[in-house]
């Protein structure tokens, strides 16, 4: 029986779920647990004979009921809608079909701890962020009264050193590369356009006797024009013309989708430590620091929207900080 007193003012009431609904009433005039037992008995009585006169709670949608309406939100509002449907799916799966209302901290720490074990704590963060988005939508369609991911805390991240490409990695690299993919790395270095903006470049967009192409489908929405120096002219020149694409598949004569496991492999066969090819374009912002260029001037080039995210490339680590202790020592 889910019988109790309220211990603001000492009446009984009733609070149960009957056919994934909550039902929940107040007797103040009830004189003990064992008078509204009764109550509650006849209302599920009541229930099964389609009963009346019983108070439904207005915060009753299931977890079903709210993912739903996260999933219709996602359609309209994400340009990858289903990017994250995994996640919601095992959260479903752990916590299961109960009433939104009743998902607590625990249920989502569970989750986290779970992920904690399988992935990187920067991809749980994530992970919970989705959770989070769709328990705001559930409260602002008044579908629950309190987010319980409001006091969720994220995991902590240990960021490692920033990885970069050595130009005597850069070598060998290339040497076990195929033409395709050779192209591809040395677009990425000497240009630091962005995976996706090197895989949608059309050859409208290169123009080779004025040595520049423009940059389309950029991440900020905003088109840049970017020289193009003697060698990464060579690179795009040796790219068949089977499409409008300068990066299309000889086999199936479309653009490429993801090089991620094909680079993965690259890499593996040069035996350089790891790194990804987005990892590139940090090389990119790297190598100009290193050579002088301005910081506001390398942002314009990569397309970052806040100076902020250029600096996080563009340490010279080894020097300043060896030249620093130098200075210390002769004090």
């Known amino acids: 029986m889910s019988v109790y007193t309220d211990k603001r003012n000492g009446h009984f009431g009733y609070n149960f779920m009957f056919n994934g609904i909550r039902y929940h009433k107040v007797f103040p005039e009830a004189k003990s647990l064992d008078e509204v037992q009764g109550y509650e008995l006849i209302a599920k009585a009541q229930l099964r004979q389609k009963g009346y006169g019983i ?15 996260y999933n219709v939100y996602k359609e309209v509002a994400y340009t990858k809608p289903y ?25 989502l720490l569970k989750y986290q701890c779970v992920r904690k074990k399988e992935v990187k704590a920067s991809t749980v963060n994530r992970e919970m962020d989705c959770i989070r988005r769709m328990f705001s939508l559930a409260k602002q369609n008044k579908k629950i009264r309190i987010n319980p991911c409001d006091d969720l805390e994220d995991l902590r ?6 990885r970069f490409l050595t130009k005597d990695e850069e070598k060998i690299l290339l040497s076990v590369s195929n033409e395709i993919m050779a192209a591809m790395i040395i677009v990425a270095l000497y240009t630091g356009m962005r995976t996706s903006e090197i895989l949608n470049l059309k050859w ?7 040595n520049y192409l423009v940059v389309l489908n950029t991440k900020n929405g905003k088109s840049r ?11 795009l020149l040796s790219q068949k013309k089977i499409s409008e694409y300068v990066f299309t598949s000889p ?12 680079f993965a492999r690259t890499v593996k066969r040069a035996k350089i430590p790891h790194i990804t090819f987005h990892k590139l374009r940090h090389t990119t912002a790297s190598r100009l620091n290193e050579l002088g260029v301005d ?8 397309d970052h929207s806040d100076v902020s995210i250029t600096q996080q490339y563009t340490h010279t680590f080894d020097d300043s900080i060896n030249n ?6 002769k004090y």
């Open 83 to 107: 990017n994250f449907d995994y996640v919601i799916n095992r959260f479903y799966k752990m916590t299961g079909n109960k009433v939104a209302e009743e998902v607590t901290l625990n249920d």
């Open 324 to 329: 620093a202790f130098k200075k210390l020592e």
């Open 157 to 162: 991240i240990e960021n490692p050193p920033e």
């Open 295 to 302: 910081i506001i001037t390398i942002q314009r080039i990569l």
């Open 225 to 235: 024009r970017l020289p193009i120096i003697k060698k990464v002219k060579k690179a």
């Open 55 to 69: 108070e439904k709670n207005q915060y009753n949608s299931s977890l079903a009921e709210i993912i739903k309406d």
């Open 204 to 210: 409208a967009d290169v123009f080779f006797n004025e």
């Open 251 to 262: 086999v199936t004569f479309t653009k490429y989708e993801d090089i991620k496991t094909t």
